[in-house]
């Protein structure tokens, strides 16, 4: 099909008794200008395994396919999976999982390994909870690719002090190097979206941390932004985990954080070190 053609997806979602739904965001790229700019980030080699979060009527999925060892595409609305099936049907380098990513991610990478790229047009709903799962899970590819609502770029890439500064920021560009790489209108999808898109370009850090250690980092995380009014002092406070206020004044003292500071102030490697501190044995 022209993957291009509003017409002819209307024809095809029709001829398949198809309606779009809301709450998954689906809305089709229709420009092959950008599709070739996404391309080119993810960038496919030959021998390598690609994952496609929500593959739709096959728009990239068509473009990946010749390029990349294997494509695997998970694909939550079961009308569109018949239609991937048939449209791709007898392709050795091409594999569909049905369900939620969220769901599904971690299950699929123990039974066909951690892919070399990832890409996809996330759900507005649901952007933010997978790449939230991929960051505090351990997820590292290569390089992943998503569009996403402009907003949440924002937050993804959110310098400390900014307003769109949050945990998500930092549990984020603590895993990932952020780039937000172009914007994409809403006229460059159908049907179009009533916000503009941004393609963001994630490149997985180096984690020296041991994982009781990251555990940590991501409790402590959490409960520092839990509250923006209060001092960081106040939210560990609150939260403690089973930590002394002497021990908590004693890791804050040793990496040089003011306890009045607020969360927001302080960037995620400072807040890493922090609980580096909490955890050692020599405080």
């Known amino acids: 099909m022209n993957h291009d053609s509003p017409a002819e997806i209307r024809r095809t979602l029709a001829e398949l008794g198809l309606t779009l739904k809301k709450r998954w965001g689906q809305n089709f790229l229709i420009n092959p200008?950008?599709?070739?700019?996404?391309?080119?980030?993810?960038?496919?080699?030959?021998?390598?395994?690609?994952?496609?979060?929500?593959?739709?009527l096959g728009c990239l999925t068509s473009a990946l396919l010749g390029r990349c060892r294997l494509l695997v595409g998970f694909e939550i609305d079961h009308g569109l999976m018949r239609f991937l099936q048939s449209s791709f049907a007898g392709r050795e380098d091409f594999a569909l999982e049905a369900g939620d990513a969220v769901e599904r991610w971690s299950e699929v990478r123990e039974r066909r390994g951690v892919p070399d790229k990832v890409v996809g047009n996330l759900p507005y709903s649901a952007a933010s909870a997978?790449?939230?799962?991929?960051?505090?899970?351990?997820?590292s590819?290569?390089?992943?690719?998503?569009?996403?609502?402009?907003?949440?770029?924002?937050?993804?890439?959110?310098?400390?002090?900014?307003?769109?500064?949050?945990?998500?920021?930092?549990?984020?560009?603590?895993?990932?190097?952020?780039?937000?790489?172009?914007?994409?209108?809403?006229?460059?999808?159908?049907?179009?979206?009533?916000?503009?898109?941004?393609?963001?370009?994630l490149e997985p850090r180096n984690q020296p941390d041991s994982p009781p250690v990251t555990a940590l980092f991501q409790r402590l995380v959490q409960a520092a932004f839990r509250s923006r009014r209060k001092t960081l002092w106040n939210n560990l406070q609150a939260w403690s985990s089973g930590f002394t206020?002497?021990?908590?004044?004693?890791?804050?003292?040793a990496e040089g954080i003011d306890p009045?500071?607020?969360?927001?102030?302080?960037?995620?490697?400072?807040?890493?070190?922090?609980?580096?501190?909490?955890?050692?044995?020599?405080?």
């Open 260 to 283: 009045g500071c607020r969360a927001e102030q302080l960037g995620p490697e400072r807040l890493a070190a922090l609980a580096r501190r909490l955890a050692s044995e020599d405080l």
């Open 130 to 139: 997978v790449i939230s799962s991929f960051a505090e899970n351990g997820f």
């Open 245 to 253: 206020e002497g021990r908590l004044a004693a890791a804050l003292a």
């Open 33 to 56: 200008g950008v599709r070739d700019k996404i391309l080119e980030l993810v960038d496919p080699r030959p021998d390598e395994t690609v994952w496609e979060i929500g593959p739709g």
């Open 141 to 201: 590819p290569k390089r992943l690719v998503f569009t996403v609502q402009r907003e949440l770029a924002a937050r993804l890439a959110a310098a400390p002090g900014g307003k769109n500064y949050s945990s998500f920021s930092v549990l984020c560009q603590r895993a990932y190097r952020v780039r937000e790489a172009f914007s994409i209108r809403p006229g460059s999808f159908y049907p179009a979206p009533q916000v503009t898109s941004t393609v963001v370009d």
